[in-house]
């Protein structure tokens, strides 16, 4: 709860979202948790009853990533693409394709990190092929794809932290 | 994939309200608004601008449905219109809150390896 103020969305054009969010950490901690499998299964995860059981990304350059959720009820979601361009600690750019498309076409996703006094700006800009591709992905937010609640999920890596 | 009670909730008109709150003296405006009905020249006041100018802003804003006029022929007072703005918030809250969720959790992990991140550090 402690950094809710810093982010913010935006719909910066007809086709994009952005986001952008502070963390109380440095750049190459968080590039680190955007990059690394066994981190991002902790944090990158569905509602209660959802597990990440593949997750396939290694920090390079035209290289492909695979991401895949499973529902205890046996329902599977994946995702993945090509990272296009990969700068350690400071920005990556990827494509996004849902195997059961919920949006039409493929994103083009940029993330980019921004460090001062220790804490870090995360910036990911959303580019869908077209308008409507942008807002079905927003209005069907909680229900569908990456849209999933992360409530319970919230409290286990308080808990990891904690430990 | 329409919101509940949104039934007109179409994609053209979020654009135009999203487009109408991007500028700051239109926010302004809205935020005077919303503290009761107001003319033209009433709204130009606190604003270094001339009256054309806030009209200018006030045509974006009835465009979008935001804004409308009152009924006296006199002064055409200008009122807000809360429910596209209800709408447009609902439309970015849903969404938010997704990647709220999903940083509040990278927040915690984050905390985890600066600790750990540390101790090894020291122990080095």
């Known amino acids: 709860m402690l950094n809710s103020d810093t982010m913010t969305i ?71 693409g090509v990272l296009r361009e990969v700068i350690q600690d400071e920005r990556m750019v990827s494509t996004e394709r849902f195997d059961t498309s919920w949006y039409p076409g493929e994103a083009v996703i940029t993330q980019s990190l921004v460090e001062k006094n220790g804490r870090t700006t995360l910036t990911m800009t959303m580019r869908y092929e077209s308008r409507e591709a942008r807002d079905m992905v927003v209005q069907s937010g909680a229900t569908a794809g990456m849209g999933m609640g992360y409530d319970r999920l919230d409290e286990l890596l308080l808990s990891l932290g904690a430990a | 994939m329409q919101l509940k009670g949104y039934g007109r909730l179409t994609p053209e008109r979020l654009n135009a309200t999203f487009a109408a709150l991007a500028d700051p003296t239109r926010r302004a405006i809205l935020t005077r608004l919303a503290e009761g009905e107001a003319s033209v020249t009433e709204l130009a006041e606190p604003f270094d601008m001339s009256q054309p100018a806030i009209s200018k802003h006030l045509k974006v804003l009835e465009k979008a449905g935001l804004v409308t006029r009152g009924q006296d022929a006199q002064r055409r007072p200008r009122r807000l219109e809360a429910k596209p703005l209800a709408e447009a918030t609902e439309w970015l809250e849903r969404y938010r809150k997704i990647w709220e969720g999903n940083f509040r959790r990278l927040d915690a992990l984050l905390d985890e390896l600066k600790r750990t991140h540390k101790k090894s550090s020291t122990t080095r």
């Open chain 1, 10 to 80: 935006t719909t910066p054009n007809d086709r994009e979202i952005e986001i952008t969010r502070v963390f109380d950490a440095p750049r190459t901690l968080v590039f680190k948790a955007l990059t690394t499998p066994e981190l991002l299964k902790t944090w990158l995860l569905g509602p209660p009853g959802w597990t990440m059981t593949v997750c396939e990304i290694a920090p390079k350059a035209g290289s492909a990533y695979r991401f895949e959720w499973r529902k205890d009820d046996g329902t599977v979601m994946g995702m993945g």
